[in-house]
């Protein structure tokens, strides 16, 4: 693990701690959650399930490896508040918030 990544991972646990108000521990926890799906995701295809905005559960199927091809915009990323990943089930790319990540199977 580089260093980097631990400024990344600290970065984004006080940006949730900043946004949800939730204990530093719990935020810590959920940044170094993203970061092994980040990780996995960019080694191939990752099963997880997070939830929605209307409070539903998703199951998701989403990899990051190999999909630079379709990407169709210059969008700037807030990697701090949402993930956004490639569906392979949907065929398109979708996100959520990163607060509302459950597990990762």
């Given amino acids: 693990m580089k260093r980097n990544d631990l400024q990344t991972i600290m970065r984004q646990a006080w940006a ?4 949800t108000g939730r204990a530093f521990a719990v935020c810590l926890s959920k940044a170094w ?4 799906l980040t990780k996995r995701m960019r ?9 929605k905005t ?8 989403g990899t990051l490896h190999d999909v630079a091809a379709t990407v169709k915009g210059t969008g700037h990323p807030n990697d701090a508040i949402t993930m956004r990943y490639y569906d ?18």
């Fill in 16 to 19: 949730l701690f900043r946004s």
């Fill in 33 to 36: 959650a993203l970061y092994r």
């Fill in 43 to 51: 080694a191939g295809v990752v099963l997880f399930a997070y939830e």
């Fill in 54 to 61: 209307d409070g539903s559960l998703r199951k998701a199927c």
């Fill in 88 to 105: 392979v089930e949907a065929d398109g790319w979708r996100s959520f918030k990163v607060e509302n990540l459950i597990a990762i199977y």
